[in-house]
């Protein structure tokens, strides 16, 4: 009779614990399908611009890598790698991303209300992902003070975007948009040197740069444009790109598979 009551706490108490740990993984797992379904969203209205941010959030996992950011940091810039655009889905600016004619200066500072618009989008995660909002909404912040939409200068600037900034533009001059075509990868990153200190942060800028980090950068590229990407995505139809991004967080087994998708 006397180990009968320890043996029960020490049950109960275990049996508390898995029950916590089956509620946050089911948290985490619904936090991820609620962000996959909102990348399957901006995949839906605008493939191109899906592909953009996938690619875009590679490159600044790259550079946040290599700048020894932790974890959480990294999930953070993952987040706003992925939805930085997302304003550009709003319905008073998709016929403007959309049509080949050349911006009025109308336009123009229609479209310099898109990060503001993605945060507002964002606005009811941000109780759980604070940094997200904040992130998208300063991604055309410049280091000296002159981006927009609040004119935020050096690391008032979250870093989020500071280290986006950096691989979207890298990514804006490597592939063709609306009017000019895709560059070299040497413009590229003759691009982001003479962007060090004005546009970029200029430490993240010289990490950027340095010889190991441009290495992988070009292979993230490669593998983005790689045949096989190309092939994986006639095979889900033209205007379905093949996710880039896996989100660490989920758990694999329980996402669809591929050949599950629809056409
Ligand atoms: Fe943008």
Same mark, same amino acid.
């Given at each position: 009779m006397p180990h009968i009551v320890p043996i029960t706490v020490g049950a109960a108490a275990g049996g508390l614990l898995y029950r916590e740990h089956r509620i946050r993984a089911n948290a985490e797992r619904l936090s991820a399908a609620t962000f996959e379904t909102l990348l399957n969203a901006i995949d839906a209205n605008d493939a191109v611009t899906g592909a953009h941010v996938r690619r875009v959030a590679s490159y600044a996992l790259v550079l946040g890598e290599a700048a020894g950011l932790d974890e959480k940091m990294l999930r953070s810039i993952e987040? +706003?790698?992925?939805? $930085?655009? +997302?304003?550009?889905?709003?319905? &008073? *600016?998709?016929?403007?991303? $959309?049509? !080949?004619?050349?911006?009025?200066?109308?336009?123009?500072?229609?479209?310099?209300? $898109?990060? *503001?618009?993605?945060?507002? +989008?964002? &606005?009811?995660?941000?109780?759980? /992902? !604070?940094?997200l909002g904040k992130g998208v909404a300063a991604h055309h912040e410049r280091w000296d003070g002159t981006g927009y939409p609040r004119g935020l200068k050096g690391k008032r600037i979250p870093l989020t975007a500071r280290v986006v900034a950096i691989a979207d533009s890298f990514d804006a001059i490597t $592939?063709?948009?609306? /009017?000019?075509?895709?560059?070299?990868?040497?413009?590229?990153?003759?691009?982001? &040197?003479?962007?060090r200190g004005t546009q970029f942060d200029p430490e993240?800028?010289?990490?950027? *740069?340095?010889?190991?980090?441009?290495? =992988?950068?070009?292979?993230?590229?490669?593998?983005?444009?790689?045949?096989? =990407?190309?092939?994986?995505?006639?095979?889900?139809?033209?205007?379905?790109? +093949?996710?880039?991004?896996?989100?660490?967080?989920?758990?694999? &087994?329980?996402?669809?598979?591929?050949r599950d998708r629809l056409p």
């Open positions: 987040r +706003v790698a992925l939805f $930085h655009d +997302v304003g550009k889905l709003h319905e &008073a *600016l998709t016929d403007i991303f $959309h049509d !080949p004619a050349k911006l009025t200066p109308e336009e123009r500072r229609a479209v310099r209300t $898109h990060p *503001l618009r993605g945060a507002e +989008v964002l &606005a009811p995660l941000s109780i759980f /992902y !604070p940094d $592939h063709r948009r609306r /009017y000019s075509s895709a560059r070299s990868f040497s413009e590229a990153v003759k691009a982001i &040197a003479e962007g993240l800028a010289d990490l950027f *740069l340095t010889p190991p980090m441009l290495a =992988k950068i070009d292979k993230e590229m490669r593998r983005a444009n790689s045949p096989q =990407k190309k092939r994986q995505n006639r095979r889900q139809g033209a205007n379905r790109p +093949v996710p880039d991004i896996t989100f660490r967080w989920r758990q694999r &087994a329980n996402g669809p598979r591929s």
